[in-house]
């Protein structure tokens, strides 16, 4: 079954750490990646995405992600994270109709 | 422009009632879709639709019914609830299916408490 696994469930950092969150899928075909933020009450917002073109993608707010086909990896970075980086992150990949969403990563900055 | 509207944002139910769950947006997308959101489950996409009058099953689509009768609405429909209902559900929208405008714009939530 299609799958996208976000290794870790919970990371703490203080700010002006560097931050890197894995994301792993098991499509094989065609795939359009994302992350998305969700800040404490709100809704999901995009942070970047992946259509075509160059691996490395930059979004919104300092964050990156490259995307490694070899290793079916879309890992999202920032160099220095802020304490309003304080969210849960999803990864998701969508393949034709499939769009499938991992578990999450919750983010928490300390000041 | 709203972007996409839900409502209600909360709702308790008791078990075997049914009720709907409204979505709508403005922003002439042709792709909808409801997510649940569960703990330690990410979103789970219950069902979809590409278009007005065309809908497909998700990855949880039981207990849930749709239809698409416009372009701006996509209700979900509790046919009668179940404790394992519970949960926060969000509609999402996109340009399109395929393609450069796939990234889906997100409504606020509603969160559906079954006892």
Redesign the interface.
Known sequence: AQS?S?HN?HVILSEAASLELGCNYSYGGTV?L?W?VQYPG?????LL?Y?SGDPLVKGIKGFEAEFIKSKFSFNLRKPSVQWSDTAEY?C?V?S?????????TRLTVKP | NAGVTQTPKFQVLKTGQSMTLQCAQDMNHEYMSWYRQDPGMGLRLIHYSVGAGITDQGEVPNGYNVSRSTTEDFPLRLLSAAPSQTSVYFCASSKELAGIYNEQFFGPGTRLTVL
């Open positions: 996208v976000q469930h359009n994302f998305y709100q809704h999901l917002q995009l995405k259509f999803f998701a969508k034709n109709n499939d769009m499938r969403f991992g578990a999450g």
